[in-house]
């Protein structure tokens, strides 16, 4: 018999392997269990961001209490003893001093592999040691902060590089006590923070981050020195995110964002703007603009007016006035056809007049466009035709909303756009979703026209060996107009079965 020689990879390659599975955390889990080296290699892949994908609104309070029972088997024996004379005994693991439960060693420095941090992350493990029941108990709070201040203390000690963090309100010092002169900071390439905090938390910190990559200030309402300090510090900062519930105006930390310009390439302003209109013009690198205001702070838009951006690669402009469309049509007209994504969201919706010129501008200056909105009148159809053939092998996904004319009581025939789209783009296996919105009229034989000439230009086979189609790309689609009756749905949801749609929502 031949004889075979098992081959075992070395863990340099295998980490490389891995490494390109780190969204892969069920891959990675089921990878635990093969040998001790797949295990050795694993565990800081996903100990690097454990909270990843549990940072949203849904909570899962089975991984919240498996993730605390972990860290508090690391946490250091004074940790333990002050939990004990605070009466703090999690049931999910007893540190009674009379308890017949011993601590175990853990297999792995779970902690000293984390590189990602935030208070978020702190505040959803404090219920699961404390118990879910908030308390008007005045214990109840200062135990949790308490817990709060000992499990930042675990991470600060214990971390080595870490590369985000939301700061908490605990003086540097405090950190730099923990950990070789706060080092764990030095590596920091992404900061989320508030113009509340101190100060000289600020100054402090910009002794050690010289690096930083991306600030998010999530409350952004007043200056703050320490905070303008750091920014100014910085030697290459790309990307700057600034909430600012209040819209109070912030000048010098606009300032500071203005010397940023050479590096900056991503700017997201949410609520309201907080910095001076004449930084922006100074910031000409930007790739990418997010504006997503509310309602009553519109007319700040208009700060957009002087501004150039020819690098620019993505416009996301949420909640504004459709009267500023003229605007956007300007700023898409300087750019140097880098426009990859274009997704403004309006109400009301554009004047009629401005329509027109904001097609030209994507026929003549957008040949790169994947997704784009575009506001579709009774004139539109020849201008959809000239873009489609100008970026139609590049388009993934196109979002039309329907206007009236003025005098006009006639819902858009979007059966004209069907027949266009399957023209020019089907079958270019791009195409990933089409969203429709506001008064079209169509009936149900157009819809299943419509389909089956997707799936005529899509078809790959006729089907594989479970019987079903295989088409190129799936198309989603968007349907959220008022004449969406039974049959139609039917017919979609025929299209999703076969393989045609991947999806559809109204």
């Known amino acids: 018999m031949r004889e075979i020689i098992g081959v075992r990879l070395p863990a340099d390659c295998l980490r490389e392997i891995f490494e390109n599975l780190a969204d892969d955390k069920k891959s990675l889990r089921t990878f635990l269990l093969v040998n001790r080296l797949w295990c050795e290699t694993v565990v800081p892949i996903l100990w690097r961001d454990p909270f990843k994908f549990k940072r949203s609104y849904s909570f899962d309070s089975e991984f919240w209490m498996t993730i605390t029972r972990t860290l ?28 017949d439960y011993e601590r175990k060693t853990t297999l792995f420095d779970y902690v000293g592999y984390c590189q990602n941090i935030s208070c978020q992350d702190i505040y959803e493990m404090i219920p699961q040691i404390l118990g879910q029941e908030i308390s008007n108990d005045l214990s109840w709070y200062y135990n949790s902060s ?37 080092l764990c900071l030095t590596h920091l390439v992404e900061l989320e923070c508030s113009t509340s ?54 000048p010098l930390i606009g300032e500071a964002i203005g010397t940023q310009y050479p590096s900056l390439t991503s700017i997201r302003l949410e609520e309201n703007i907080c910095i001076p209109t004449t930084i922006l013009t100074k910031l000409i690198n930007l790739k990418h603009i997010q504006i997503d205001l509310e309602e009553e702070t519109n007319s700040k838009l208009e700060v957009l007016d002087n501004c150039s951006f020819p690098l620019l690669e993505s416009l996301e402009i949420r909640n504004v006035n459709g009267k500023y469309l003229d605007i956007y049509t300007k700023l898409i007209k300087s750019t140097n056809g880098y426009l990859k994504c274009i997704e403004i969201d309006t109400l009301p919706l554009p004047s009629l007049n401005h329509i027109k010129p904001y097609w030209q501008a994507l026929i003549k200056h957008c040949p790169q466009l994947e997704f784009v909105t575009v506001w579709y009148k009774d004139d539109s159809l020849n201008d959809l035709k000239n873009l489609l053939t100008t970026c139609g092998n590049k388009i993934r996904g196109i979002f039309f909303e329907a206007v009236l004319g003025q005098f006009s009581w006639r819902h858009l025939d979007l059966k004209y756009v069907f027949n266009l789209l ?49 088409i190129k790309n799936p198309l989603y689609i968007s349907l959220k107009v008022d004449i969406l009756n039974k049959e139609m749905i039917n017919i979609l949801e025929e299209f999703v079965d076969n393989g045609v749609l991947k999806g559809w929502s109204r």
């Open 72 to 99: 508090l088997s690391c946490l250091p024996e004074e940790s333990i003893i002050l939990f004990r004379h605070n009466g703090i005994n999690p049931s999910i693991l007893s540190l009674k001093e009379n308890s």
């Open 146 to 182: 308490l817990i709060e201040n000992e499990l930042w203390k675990l991470f600060m000690s214990k971390c080595s590089t870490l590369k985000y963090i939301e700061l908490p309100n605990i003086p540097i010092d405090y950190y730099n006590s923990l950990n070789n002169k706060g």
């Open 197 to 250: 905090k101190s100060s000289q938390l600020f100054l402090d910190l910009a002794q050690i981050c010289v690096d930083i990559k991306k600030i998010i200030i999530n409350l952004c309402d007043d200056d703050n020195e320490g905070l303008v300090t750091l920014i100014s510090m910085q030697k290459c900062l790309k990307e700057i995110v600034l909430v600012s519930p209040e819209g109070n105006q912030c």
């Open 422 to 470: 399957v023209e020019l783009i089907g079958g270019n296996g791009i195409i990933e979703e089409l969203h429709f919105r506001g008064t079209w009229t169509f009936n149900s034989k157009d819809l299943r026209n419509f389909l089956n000439d997707w799936e005529k230009k899509n078809l790959i086979k006729r089907r594989n060996d479970k019987g079903q189609k295989s």
